[in-house]
């Protein structure tokens, strides 16, 4: 009798605890996170001199780091120097899952992740944060690069109403972005200032990610700078704070 009541009983205790959600943060008048990826840095010092008026505080993922020009690398100490923080985004840019499938993880660390620190190190700067190439992740790859990062962003593009988004942290070293570049399905700027609106009202930090900022969108890859306006502006207006990547970092208990 007492077994066949405590199948039923174990049973309820698994549904119940693999159903336990993690617990977004919340913040007072929520926040948020805009982070660009590549190596657009004229493109990013004119989105600074057109957004530092709304406090802004960004993350660049720089990639391709060993290609760049001199005059690439000063402008990327402006925007650190400005406040905004710099972090990697790969040395070579590869999809980390079929490099990592093809090569072994241990090459995939020595071609894209350890020449990066390496140059960023000799530019003294500090990389703390990880955006992936392309999204592409696994949680076996998350977990080497935990050992090199203090926190790793992903991307999140699907079309999802604003309390359905996973794309606001929860606390975890893994974070998810929505796309800001216009060639997504999803983009519109009255889908965007929903998202942050639902942020700002439940108090949530919400992430976004994008990559060369212009006055007019010509192509993929691509976000206008009234987009970035409106959002910031938002943010602004509304007193939610801006976090880079490393913040975030420094917020999970
Ligand atoms: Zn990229």
Redesign the pocket.
């Given at each position: 009798m007492k077994r066949i009541l405590l199948i039923p009983i174990l049973i309820i205790v698994i549904i119940t605890s693999s159903c336990t959600q993690v617990e977004d943060v919340t913040v007072t008048n929520g926040g948020i996170v805009i982070t660009f990826?590549?190596h657009h840095f004229t493109n990013w010092l004119h989105a600074d001199s057109l957004l530092n008026k709304y406090e802004w505080k960004v993350t660049f993922c720089v990639?391709l780091i060993g290609t760049r020009s001199e005059s690439d690398i000063e402008r990327m100490h402006k925007l650190q120097d400005a406040g905004h923080e710099i972090a990697g985004?790969g040395y070579i840019?590869v999809y980390s899952t079929l490099y990592t499938a093809t090569h072994g993880i241990e090459k995939y660390i020595e071609d894209e992740i350890t020449p990066m620190m390496d140059f960023f190190e000799a530019e003294s700067l500090c990389v703390r944060s990880y955006s992936y190439?392309?999204g592409s992740r696994s949680n076996y790859i998350d977990n080497e690069l935990l050992n090199y990062f203090d926190i790793l962003r992903a991307t999140s593009n699907e079309f999802r109403k604003p309390e359905k988004s996973r794309c606001y942290f929860n606390n975890s070293r893994l974070v998810y972005a929505c796309g800001l570049d216009d060639h997504f399905d999803h983009s519109s700027e009255e889908y965007f200032l929903d998202l942050i609106t639902y942020a700002h009202e439940e108090g949530k930090i919400i992430l976004f990610y994008t990559?060369k900022p212009v006055e007019t969108v010509t192509g993929e890859y691509q976000v206008s700078f009234n987009t970035l306006n409106i959002i910031c502006k938002y943010a602004y207006d509304n007193e939610m704070t801006f976090y880079t990547m490393s913040d975030l970092a420094d917020m999970i208990e």
């Open positions: 990826d590549d990639s985004h840019h190439p392309y990559h």
